[in-house]
Nanobody, 126 residues
Framework: QVQLAESGGRLVEPGESLKLSCTLSGRTFRGYTTAWFRQAPEKEREFVAAIFRNNGNNYYADSVKGRFTISRDNTKNTMYLQMNSLKPEDTGIYYC???????????????????WGQGTQVTVSS
């Protein structure tokens, strides 16, 4: 059984940095596309970043490009999201997701992923 668990969310001030972690159990990351999504209050869940299994490339939402970095340590079965220069609009619940068969054109869609974590709250506020 595949399980994902996020950690690292907390309250930070604008301009600060934060690193989220997502640990996978029941499988290894090899062969999986893994991604971060976030959901702000009263908004739909949106794509943040992904590592595509077929080419190992990273993909980002325009809103976080240049500020966020997604990475993965396959030996630890852990994915990370390094978030720099945080803004109030980055506030939300951050979810990690994984799937072994998703195609590239679907990596930004929530419907493409079979496995989800429970989320970790990130609040950016002064």
């Amino acid at each position: 059984q595949v399980q994902l668990a996020e950690s690292g969310g907390r309250l930070v001030e604008p301009g600060e940095s934060l690193k989220l972690s997502c640990t996978l159990s029941g499988r290894t990351f090899r062969g999986y596309t893994t991604a971060w999504f976030r959901q702000a209050p009263e908004k739909e869940r949106e794509f943040v970043a992904a590592i595509f299994r077929n080419n190992g490339n990273n993909y980002y939402a325009d809103s976080v490009k240049g500020r966020f970095t997604i990475s993965r340590d396959n030996t630890k079965n852990t994915m990370y999201l390094q978030m720099n220069s945080l803004k109030p609009e980055d506030t939300g619940i951050y979810y990690c997701a994984g799937d072994s068969t998703i195609i590239l054109s679907s990596i930004r869609s929530t419907g493409g992923y079979d496995y989800w974590g429970q989320g970790t709250q990130v609040t950016v506020s002064s």
